[in-house]
C-alpha cells in the first residue's frame, strides 16, 4: 500500500491521484480482512468478515451474497469486494456522468459574470490586478472559479484584445499557442449540427496560429486540441496549437498505425485502447476517432465532422486533431474525440 502511494507521489492529474490512493486504500482493507481471518483461523465467519470488510470502508453493508457464498469466506466475490482497477473504472464511470450533465461543475456562463468584470474594470488598476489574481491561481494549478473562469472571455471578448483575421474571419489570439474565438462560445459542447460548419474555419486559423513550432512541414510534430467541458481552466474556447510530448508523439504514433490499417475502414471508430495503450499515466474513458483524407492541402473540417447526425458522440467531449500520414497518397488528419484532459500529457513543457 505504502509503495502504491509512492507512486501516487509523481501523478500529475487528479484522475491519477485518485487511482493511486484507491488502489492503497483497498489493498488496506484486503490485508486488514486477511489478517483477521488468519488471527483465528476457523473462526472467522461470514458476518464477521463482512463487518470487517465494512469497517475498512472496502464494501457496502449488505455487499455480502448469501446466495453465492463459497467455501472461503474471503473469496472477493463473497465480499462484495471489487478489484481496485474495478473500482477506479467504476467511480470514473460515475465522475463521467456527472461531467456529462449540463450543470457539471467547475463550469461557469460569462456573459453571466460580465457586470462583475465590468465593476472590476473601472480602473486599469482594478483590471490589472484581477487578472493578476487569477492569473497566480492558475499558475499554482488551483481551481478556478466565477469570474476567473473567464479571462480569456474578458480578454477576447469584452477588450477585444489580440484581435486578428483569417480569411475574412476574427479570431483572438493569446500567444502563439492559444486561438480564441472573438464572441461567447464556452467550448466545444457549444457548438451543434447547426451550426457547426460556421466554425470550422477556427481550426485552420489555429493551425496557423504557431506556424513557427508547427507549421505545414512541422504539423506531425504538434497537435491541435480544445479540452472538454468541466475539464479546463476557461470556459470560453480556446484551441491548443503545441508540439507533442514523447507521450503525444506516442498517442499520434498510435492513431497513425491504426487509421492505416486494414483494422480500419471508415467514419468514426473506438481507439480507447490505442489511446490507453500510449497515455499510461493518464486516465481515459472514451477515445473515439475519425480519419479524415488530406486533398489539396485543405483543413478539415472540424467541428463539422464532429458534430455530423451520424457521427454518435457525446456532447461534452474535448477535441484534439492530429497529422498523420500513411502513404503518399493517403495522408491526412485524424480527429480524436475524449472525456478526458489531456493536455498536460500530450504537450511538451517548455
Request: glycine residues 6%; proline residues 3%.
Amino acid at each position: 500500500a505504502q509503495a502504491i502511494l509512492a507512486q501516487g507521489l509523481w501523478a500529475r492529474t487528479r484522475d491519477e491521484k485518485l487511482f493511486f490512493c484507491t488502489m492503497a486504500a483497498r489493498v488496506r482493507a484486503v490485508l486488514l480482512i486477511v489478517v483477521l481471518a488468519l488471527a483465528a483461523p476457523g473462526s472467522c465467519g461470514q458476518q464477521d468478515v463482512e463487518q470487517a470488510c465494512v469497517a475498512a470502508g472496502a464494501c457496502e453493508a449488505g455487499g455480502v451474497d448469501d446466495a453465492s457464498a463459497a467455501d472461503d469466506p474471503l473469496s472477493a466475490l463473497q465480499l462484495g469486494l471489487r478489484s481496485p482497477l474495478a473500482a477506479v473504472s467504476g467511480e470514473d464511470a460515475d465522475r463521467e456522468e456527472q461531467e456529462q450533465s449540463p450543470d457539471c461543475d467547475p463550469f461557469e456562463t460569462c456573459e453571466n459574470v460580465a457586470s462583475t468584470v465590468t465593476d472590476l474594470q473601472t480602473t486599469a488598476k482594478k483590471k490589472t490586478k484581477w487578472i493578476e489574481r487569477c492569473e497566480k491561481k492558475a499558475k499554482q494549478q488551483k481551481p478556478l472559479y466565477g469570474e476567473c473562469r473567464c479571462i480569456h472571455y474578458v480578454k477576447c471578448v469584452l477588450l477585444k484584445n489580440k484581435w486578428k483575421s483569417f480569411n475574412k474571419e476574427s479570431y483572438c489570439k493569446l500567444g502563439d499557442e492559444l486561438t480564441d474565438p472573438v464572441v461567447a462560445l464556452s467550448g466545444a459542447e457549444a457548438v451543434t449540427s447547426n451550426d457547426a460548419a460556421q466554425w470550422d474555419w477556427i481550426w485552420e486559423a489555429a493551425a496557423n496560429n504557431n506556424a513557427d513550432e508547427c507549421g505545414k512541414e512541422k504539423e506531425h510534430f504538434c497537435a491541435l486540441l480544445c479540452n472538454p467541458k468541466c475539464k479546463r481552466s476557461q470556459d470560453q474556447l480556446h484551441i491548443h496549437t503545441k508540439r507533442l510530448s514523447d507521450a503525444g508523439k506516442g498517442v499520434r504514433k498510435a492513431l497513425q498505425t491504426f487509421v492505416c490499417s486494414t483494422a480500419y475502414t471508415d467514419g468514426w471508430a473506438n481507439v480507447l485502447t490505442q489511446v490507453r495503450g500510449a497515455l499510461t499515466k493518464t486516465v481515459v474513458n472514451y477515445a473515439k476517432a475519425k480519419f479524415v483524407k488530406q486533398t489539396q492541402n485543405e483543413f478539415p473540417k472540424v467541428f463539422s465532422q464532429v458534430r455530423s447526425t451520424n457521427a454518435g458522440l457525446k456532447q461534452n467531449i474535448g477535441i484534439s486533431v492530429w497529422k498523420v500520414i500513411c502513404t503518399k497518397s493517403k495522408k491526412g488528419y485524424v480527429i480524436l474525440a475524449t472525456t478526458s484532459f489531456l493536455e498536460n500529457a500530450v504537450f511538451a513543457t517548455r
